[in-house]
């Protein structure tokens, strides 16, 4: 019988997603800049049988409603922001067993750098880490790094395909296994023999190496990746272990499993070799009566403006007749249908979009009542959608996940859909998929770089074929 996997889904900031509610009372969204908040967070998760952790992250700001910071900043829309990584090793100190899961953007930042991080947290805690790959969607962000504008998307892609294979190098072929003796008697620490530089020249990155950090117990961590595209389709095929998808009926989320297991046993992988999470709204009482006041209670804090702001809005729904429809405003204030396409649609009217804002509604992964009911509808998301997991997006920080390990977990427990207890010592990846797969499957295109003849041997890039690429 298939277990939920859970991950709590944060970020270090005051709004996360649900815009509006750092004000509700109790809620601890303004303590985001203290380290103790972390440290709560993170017994909290553990103490919930969580599997991690799991941080979000952007590098600019959402600037493009009303054109400027100043919307982000007063409803404090993912700024301030602090940077994920630095948060992990206070969360592991305090814990044994939760994982992290942290976002780094492939498009602006070197990746010998970056492996280091990586390859640090990894082992400084014993393999409890993963990635979660993104290439940067904000103009924004794009700007904070010395461009004009966004690099387009099909390209960020194919500098994140190259990114990843310099990373491998790092990762898996760098360092043997063998290489650190510690043999005090000879005076030797590390092998020569065993280490060696990766030399690598592509496109987009030079990189001699060899890796600064020794080999961790994964070595490449847990690889998580977001898709919708048809090149990011591609990649998380080659290289993702756990998709976080989506879709707006259970066809639709099981039609894109689908194809995403395809994809990828035509990389040379197995059909079971991802694991597939969406983010989920739980809102859990002792009954549905309980749960639905609660609703009614959060919605009292939701802003329409910070929902806008995180949209990307080309246009203040606010501002218009409720029965316009949404296309017809933006032609007629020659606006693309751009960044709102990401939520709403052309023939959708602008009341139904201010509706479906102010309801907490997410689609298909939301639902309100009791354990009983929750249960249900996770047991429907298993087996019927057939996703692995979810991240749960928090409301009330801590409410929702105390709300969820009180009442939900129990519940899931007695019917054999939630784990009991950690495994001793598990890696991340050991915990998503089995005992003993503590590194990527021999198959998977990372590991090729385990034997060092393959280091200077170029490898095929994914985007070859496409009309940006430096390789074609």
């Known amino acids: 019988m298939k277990q939920l996997h859970v991950n709590l889904f944060e970020m ?44 979000a992250d952007v590098i600019g700001t959402y600037d493009r409603f009303g054109e400027s910071n100043d919307a982000a900043l007063r409803e404090a829309v993912q700024i301030p922001n602090l940077d994920p990584l630095l948060l992990v090793p206070a969360m592991a100190a305090v814990t044994k067993n939760i994982g992290f899961g942290v976002t780094f953007s492939t498009t602006y930042e070197p990746p010998f750098a970056f492996a280091r ?6 082992l400084l805690t014993q393999g409890r880490v993963g990635w979660n790959i993104v290439t940067s969607y904000l103009r924004s962000a794009a700007q904070n790094f010395g461009l004009d504008d966004e690099i387009p998307h099909d390209e960020r892609y194919a500098i994140a395909d190259e990114y990843m294979d310099v990373l491998y190098k ?11 003796l510690k043999d005090a008697a000879a005076g030797v620490y590390t092998n020569p023999s065993a280490v060696r530089s990766i030399n690598h020249t592509g496109p987009n990155f030079r990189v001699a190496g060899p890796h600064l950090v020794e080999p961790s ?9 977001a898709t919708g595209s048809s090149a990011g389709l591609e990649f998380a095929a080659r290289h993702a272990e756990v998709v976080f998808i989506g879709g707006r009926t259970t066809e639709e989320v099981r039609r894109n499993i689908a194809k995403t297991r395809e994809q990828a046993v035509a990389h040379g992988r197995k059909p079971d070799d991802i694991r597939f999470i969406v983010m989920a709204g739980i809102i859990v009482d002792e009954t549905d009566a309980l749960a639905a006041k609660k609703l009614e209670h959060y919605r009292r804090y939701y802003s329409v403006e910070g929902a806008l702001v995180h949209a990307q809005a080309e246009i203040d729904l606010r501002r218009y007749d409720v029965n316009e429809r949404i296309g017809d405003v933006l032609l007629r204030e020659g606006q693309s249908f751009g960044n709102m396409g990401r939520r709403f649609r052309p023939d959708q009217t602008i009341g139904s979009a201010l509706k479906q804002i102010a309801s907490f509604d997410e689609g298909r992964f939301f639902v309100v009542g009791s354990p ?38 129990p519940e899931l427990q007695q019917r054999g859909r939630y784990r009991t207890a950690y ?47 430096k390789a074609s």
Request: glycine share 6%.
């Open 117 to 122: 991080r990586m390859g640090t947290l990894d």
């Open 170 to 180: 790092l990762w898996e072929g760098s360092w043997d296994d063998n290489a650190v």
């Open 12 to 55: 270090a900031c005051v709004s996360h997603i649900v815009h509006g509610m750092w004000r509700a009372p109790g809620n601890n969204r303004h303590r985001y800049s203290e380290m103790e908040h972390w440290l709560e967070t993170a017994k909290l998760a553990e103490a919930g049988l969580f599997d991690a952790v799991f941080l």
């Open 372 to 409: 009983t009911t929750v249960a249900d509808q996770i047991e429907n998301w298993l087996d019927v959608d057939g996703i692995d997991g979810i991240n749960l997006r928090q409301y009330h920080s801590f409410d929702t996940a105390r709300d969820f390990i009180s009442l939900v977990v």
């Open 423 to 469: 495994t001793p010592d598990e890696t991340l990846r050991e915990r998503l998929f089995e005992p003993g797969r503590a590194r990527l499957p021999a198959y998977h295109f990372g590991a090729r770089y385990r034997d060092p003849q393959n280091l200077t041997a170029p490898a095929a890039p994914l985007f070859s074929s496409l009309p940006f690429s």
């Open 217 to 225: 117990r994964q070595r490449t961590p847990l690889l998580f990746q």
